[in-house]
C-alpha cells in the first residue's frame, strides 16, 4: 500500500475547487482532500454513500457538507451507490505503472549482477 499520492500543487485554482472553496471555504478544500486520501486507501479506490455519515463524523461536520461536496462541484464520480474520484484513480494507477517499472528495472539489475558473479565464480574454479 502507497503511503502517499501525486498532488497537483496548484489544484486550490481548478474552477471546480474554486466553486468549492467559494460554497464551503477552506474547511470544504480540506474534507475534499480528506475524502482522497480515504479513496486512496480503499479497494477498487471508491466509498459507497453509506459511508457519509462516517465521513462526516470524523471531519466534524454535517453530512450535509459532505454529501455537497461528493455531489456538487463534479469532482467526484457516482456510480451506483459509490462514488470515486477519476483523477485521482489516474494518478494512483499512473504511480503504480512507474513502481512497477522501476521495480521490475532493480530486478534486471539485480539478476544482471548475480549473473556477473557466477561468471567470476565459474572462471575461478
Known sequence: MRNYFSHDIAARNDPKIMRLMRRHGVEGYGIFWVLLEILATENE??????????IANLCGVSEEIVNSIIRDFGLFIIEGDYFYSESL???????????????????????????DEDETEKMVI
Not at 479506490?45 to 462516517?54: P, Y
Not at 504511480?95 to 530486478?107: F, V
Request: glycine share 2%; hydrophobic share 30%.
Open 45 to 54: 479506490n471508491k466509498l459507497h454513500l453509506n459511508d457519509v455519515d462516517v
Open 89 to 115: 484513480r489516474k494518478r494512483l494507477n499512473k504511480a503504480k505503472i512507474r513502481s512497477n517499472l522501476n521495480r521490475k528495472a532493480a530486478l534486471k539489475r539485480w539478476n544482471k549482477s548475480g549473473e
